[in-house]
Structure formats: C-alpha cells, structure tokens
C-alpha cells in the first residue's frame, strides 16, 4: 500500500510571506498523481494543485506551486505571498494506476496578520 | 448549479442503530467515492464505485455498506457493526476514473455522532 506521509502537523506564516509545506510518499510505481488539497474551517475540500509523475516540469497555479523531486519521493507545496484566506488544513494526496487515493494526515496553516 | 450534496450535516447514532448518509451529485459524474476522516488521520478510503451497479471496498470497509443503483447517487450505510463511527464522513466524485489527470470534487460533509 501507499503512504503519504506530511510531517509538519501544525505552520504558521506571516500575511504577505512565503511558506514550504512538505508532504513525502512511499511506492514503488512510476505512473501516479500527486495533489494539494485545502480545507477551509468550512470542511469542504478543495483542489489546490496537481503533479504528475512523468512530468519533470513543476506545476504551478497562481500562487500555489510545487517542488516535485521523483527520485525523492517528495511533493512539497510552496504558498507565495500568504493571504489570511490561505488558513485552512492542507491535505497531500497520491492517486496510483488503479486511480485509488490516498492522503495524507494534513498540515493545519494559519495565516498571521 | 452543480456539485455534490450531502445530507443530513449532523446526524446522531443511537447504540446498535444503522443510520445512512446521503451523497447526491449532479455533475454527471462516473465514480464516487466515501471518506472517513478522524482527527489526525487524514482522509481514509471506506468504498468507492467507478459504474453504476458496482463497487469496491476501500482500506476501511468493515462495519459499512454502499450500493449504488443510480449515477448520482451514492448512499452510506453504517452499520450497528461499526464500533467507533464517530467521525466526519466525505463524499466524493470524479468525472472519468479512466482519466488519470481528473481529480475528485467533495461535498460538504457529514458529521455522525453517537448517542
């Protein structure tokens, strides 16, 4: 089985500053996805970004990239320039070929002003 | 608009009750899939169905069942053989489960309590 490992329970980041969250995984396939999910004090889950394995390129979305390092096994989130709306419970997730999820225990970020 | 419901929000178990979770989604969506999520773990796979008529038990299926007779729904059972139901249930949906770049979308939630 897969396990997604998030070390960091609990970060805090000033408003306006960035901040690494690390997220590493264990498997032994070579086609898979890795996602950044958020979930707001609101409970509901939102897609962050998304990172595929055979794309050596990292994925970015506005203010939201990742450092994929394959050989590793790491996926970390970097979030630049922090708005206090980026408070919320960050999820790491990895999808394998037979489209099963896994996540994993969350990083809770909370956003200073 | 379109997107997934859950209901009830709240929903309280007595001892050696059944009670079901509904998940609705309108989204045309092929696979849907159920959650658990416990303060500290994460997200954990109860059951998940890529077709209508069919499903598969994910890491934690014991104590629950699932059927799924119509695309968009996919309704929760816990069983009175569930010993620690409380937690925070989430359902999920995914548009083509053959299409490996497709991520999931939730719903809001439902939080089961026992009596």
């Known amino acids: 089985a897969q396990t997604v490992t998030q070390s960091q329970p609990e970060m805090s980041v000033q408003e306006a500053e960035t901040v690494t969250l690390s997220c590493t995984y264990d498997t032994s396939e070579s086609n898979y996805y890795l996602f950044w999910y958020k979930q707001p004090p609101s409970r509901q889950m939102i897609l962050v970004i998304r990172q595929e394995a055979y794309k050596q390129q990292n994925a970015t979305e506005n203010r939201f990239s990742v450092n994929f390092q394959k050989a590793a096994k790491s996926f970390s989130l970097k979030i630049s320039d922090s708005q206090l709306g980026d408070t919320a419970m960050y999820f790491c997730a990895f999808m394998n070929t037979g489209n099963q999820f896994y996540f994993g225990t969350g990083t809770s970020l909370t956003v200073i002003p | 608009d379109g997107g997934i419901t859950q209901s009830p929000k709240y929903l309280f178990r007595k001892e050696g009750q059944n009670v079901t979770l509904s998940c609705e989604q309108n989204l045309n969506h092929d696979a849907m899939y159920w959650y658990r999520q416990d303060p500290g773990q994460g997200l954990r796979l109860i059951y998940y169905?890529?077709?209508?008529?069919?499903?598969q038990k994910g890491d934690i299926a014991e104590g629950y069942s699932v059927s799924r007779e119509k695309k968009e729904s996919f309704p929760l059972t816990v069983t009175s053989a569930q010993k620690n139901p409380t937690a925070f249930y989430l359902c999920?949906?995914?548009?083509?489960?053959?299409?490996?770049?497709?991520?999931?979308?939730f719903g809001p939630g439902t939080r089961l309590l026992v009596l």
């Open positions: 169905s890529q077709i209508v008529n069919d499903f």
């Open positions: 999920a949906s995914r548009r083509r489960p053959d299409l490996r770049e497709e991520t999931q979308y």
